[in-house]
């Protein structure tokens, strides 16, 4: 079926998605754009409201769940049959780029309202879903709505989550007006008969291998947590160097071990970061006395990164006895990678040559909404390039062709399933 995407219209749109930001704390460097969006606050619940506009017009009907995820339905000729779905998220980290999570949501509407304009009538009725909180900024949990739609998070666990201002979950998304028991938010299995995310790669191999479509075969699996390292602070002047017991030396040489434990596996799928250092008391003049660090470790094989995990606990133990620190990590979550399923997969390659696009098969390195949707029912995820491979950051750019590419393959991909038996 030829689906025409009105381009101009798309990038106006992200363009405006972008403007709901907080002011960038760094200089505004040409041809970026910088976007800090977190989950329920002002800029957050404008864009959401801005989009419900949009989705408004398009004739689709809207539901929001107790957390926010809120639903885009264009209701098909069967609709007591399983939906098919797709979608992604709007939250930003702290000065990222403009086209994260983005792309799935305002790509996916592209798409529903090409097949529209280009006269389709579903089957099996169509979704958009905005995830709620896909990046872990606020509650330190990555993918929270699609967690607690997939029973990937326990009610009782979401209520325990509290920001950096000591409010919970609970307290953050009823002052955004989301109201309702989060026990509701679960989905029964077989409510989808298939989700597809459209996403950029955040990854170089498309651009470097001038391919436009990435047909996802593999989410890796995200483990993130923290690791609290307690020494004994002291007089900067005072406090001699042999009776010393520095949290932050400490937790240099841990941030270090976190390092070498990847690249310890010889394997490039291996990846693992400390993004965050809180340094307490954090005085020009005083030794540090406990610092925490943020740990993210992901692998697509879920041993290789348990073993990278096993390390790290070892390497603190070894460095807390040396140096006569506590060391303690606290896991925030460690989740299964997903396999796409072969029949979407199959649907999105089928997708391509109708198209007349490219594609190869790849693993997503990022996590996704749609790491927690296969828990639901059959996932693909269809990656479009982005420069330089870079993303959370504000020079991430993708190429308005690139992405009419990958919302031509959504397109057709939705209608194929909408059509289809279950998979
Ligand atoms: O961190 C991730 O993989 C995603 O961008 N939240
Ligand atoms: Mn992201
Ligand atoms: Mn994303």
């Not at 989905?187 to 990435?214: T, W």
């Not at 307690?230 to 030396?249: N, Q, T, Y």
């Not at 982005?386 to 062709?401: I, K, L, Q």
């Amino acid at each position: 079926m030829k689906v025409t995407v009105d381009e101009p219209r798309m990038m106006y749109e992200l363009r405006q998605l972008a403007s709901f930001t907080e002011p960038s704390t760094e200089p505004a460097r040409a041809g970026e754009t910088a976007v800090t969006r977190v989950v329920f606050t002002e800029r957050d619940g404008e864009a959401r409201a801005w989009l419900k506009e949009l989705a408004e017009a398009a004739g689709l009907v809207i539901r929001e769940d107790a957390v926010g995820n809120t639903f885009f339905r264009w209701e098909g000729s069967e609709p007591a049959l399983a939906a098919v779905a797709t979608g992604s998220h709007i939250d930003a980290i702290p000065n990222a780029g403009m086209y994260d999570g983005t792309v799935g949501v305002l790509g996916g509407l592209e798409a529903m309202r090409g097949l529209q304009a280009a006269g389709f009538k579903p089957r099996r009725s169509v979704e958009l879903i905005l995830f709620t909180s896909e990046e872990p900024t606020r509650f330190g949990l990555g993918c929270l709505g699609s967690r607690l739609m997939s029973g990937g998070l326990s009610v009782e666990a979401a209520q325990r989550l509290v920001d950096e201002a000591d409010m919970s979950l609970d307290e953050a998304r009823s002052a955004a007006g989301y109201s309702g028991g989060l026990g509701e938010v679960e989905l029964a299995k077989g409510v989808y008969a298939g989700f597809v995310e459209l996403h950029i790669e955040q990854g170089p191999r498309l651009e470097r291998e001038g391919v436009p479509i990435g047909v996802v075969t593999h989410i890796a699996a995200p483990a993130s947590g923290a690791i609290v390292v307690e020494g004994e602070g002291g007089h900067a002047g005072a406090l001699l160097m042999p009776v010393r017991h520095d949290a932050l030396a400490a937790a240099a040489e841990v941030a270090l071990a976190v390092e070498r434990a990847a690249l310890g596996t010889g394997v490039e799928d291996t990846v693992a970061t400390v993004g965050r250092c809180e340094v307490f008391p954090g005085a020009v003049n005083s030794v540090p006395s406990r610092v925490r660090l943020s740990l993210d470790v992901r692998d697509v094989e879920l041993a290789r990164r348990d073993a990278v995990l096993a390390s790290i606990v070892s390497s603190c133990e070894e460095i807390a006895q040396r140096r006569g620190v506590k060391i303690t990590p606290a896991m925030a979550n460690a989740d299964e990678p997903a396999s796409c399923a072969a029949a979407v997969v199959d649907a999105v390659e089928a997708a391509c040559v109708e198209a007349g696009v490219a594609s190869i098969r790849m693993v997503s390195r990022a996590y996704h909404d749609a790491l927690f949707m296969a828990r639901l029912c059959p996932v693909g995820m269809i990656f479009v390039p982005c420069r330089g491979g870079v993303s959370h950051r504000p020079d991430e750019h993708a190429e308005p062709g690139d992405l009419a590419a990958g919302v031509r393959v959504l397109a057709q991909t939705l209608a194929t399933l909408s059509l289809g038996e279950a998979l």
